[in-house]
């Protein structure tokens, strides 16, 4: 049986700053200790009252290529790395303030968060986390493309993706694992995200990410790559790709005993199964009427 482990925030702001893979633009970022039961919330700073934007799936908005949030007609967006972060340290309370709604892009990976993180500290707090047992199977997605989740025989939070695409350059991979904090750093965290050379060129004749270059990100030739660059992990899309996985499902809020396998499914399907959860998690009703109410 999983017990219940203690809630944390971060012991001191980090500052940390980057440009936007989307706009290009500058932001500057701060992430701040919060209050036990708080959550993860988005502060824009740059905007009249600085508006609040809570880091829940109920909050998301359908978008290419990226998570977005959005209350009350602000949004930020390009949340999952910052997302996975903070969940692959099991940090569960923190403001996040920035001065622009697109969060840095780095690498592609989510390493400089969590390096700023670590040095932040991790603080213990006193209230327990809400942990979420999937018992059920449940599934999204078609036969093309999908997620399923089922309990976990271990009682820990497992995710496995399996990628396939039909350019050699990139293939069939496959990775999976228990996702621990020490796992999360060492296996995921630093694995960048990527795109086909044809992809990136039609993004940039739209105007977008006109400053990133190949070693700013994995970009793929249809046959070969990725251009002047080189992978980390020889399965480094597959783990990207389960990075992805836990930023998206960090917005349900909860911790996750259960195991759960995805087929070349991405930030939409990620959102269906995080609202496919809250749809079968009834006995969790007064959490989810606390978070729809912040939402």
Not at 68 to 90: D, F, I, R
Not at 108 to 136: H, M, N, Y
Request: charge should be negative; include cysteine; glycine fraction near 8%.
């Amino acid at each position: 049986m999983h017990r219940n482990r203690l809630q944390t925030t971060i012991r001191q702001n980090a500052i940390l700053s980057g440009r936007g893979y989307w706009s290009g633009r500058e932001v500057q970022m701060e992430f701040c200790p919060a209050d036990e039961n708080s959550g993860i919330a988005f502060v824009r700073t740059d905007l009249p009252g600085q508006p609040r934007i809570q880091a829940n799936v109920l909050n998301r908005v359908k978008g290419p290529r990226r998570t977005t949030l959005v209350t009350g007609g602000t949004c930020v967006e390009m949340v999952e790395h910052v997302l996975a972060a903070l969940a692959g340290l099991k940090i569960d309370n923190c403001e996040i303030r920035v001065d622009e709604p697109e969060m840095p892009g780095f690498d592609g990976s989510c390493s400089d968060f969590v390096e700023s993180l670590i040095r932040a500290g991790i603080e213990t707090q006193t209230s327990p986390k809400t942990v979420w047992v999937i018992r059920d199977v449940i599934r999204v997605g078609n036969e093309h493309c999908w997620i399923q989740s089922e309990p976990s025989p271990t009682g820990q939070f497992e995710l496995g993706y399996q990628l396939n695409y039909w350019q050699p350059s990139i293939g069939q991979q496959e990775f999976s694992c228990v996702i621990t904090r020490e796992r999360f750093q060492k296996d995921i965290a630093r694995a960048r995200t990527f795109v086909l050379k044809s992809e990136a060129n039609l993004l940039q004749q739209q105007g977008l990410g006109l400053h990133v270059s190949y070693d700013d990100i994995l970009v793929f030739d249809d046959s070969f790559g990725p251009i002047g660059n080189e992978l980390r992990y020889t399965n480094e899309c597959a783990r990207h790709k389960v990075l992805d996985m836990i930023g998206d499902l960090a917005l349900v809020g909860a911790d996750i005993e259960g195991r759960f396998t995805a087929y070349r499914s991405g930030h939409q399907l990620n959102a269906q199964m995080a609202n496919a959860l809250i749809n079968h998690a009834e006995i969790f009703s007064g959490y989810f009427d606390s978070v729809r109410k912040s939402a």
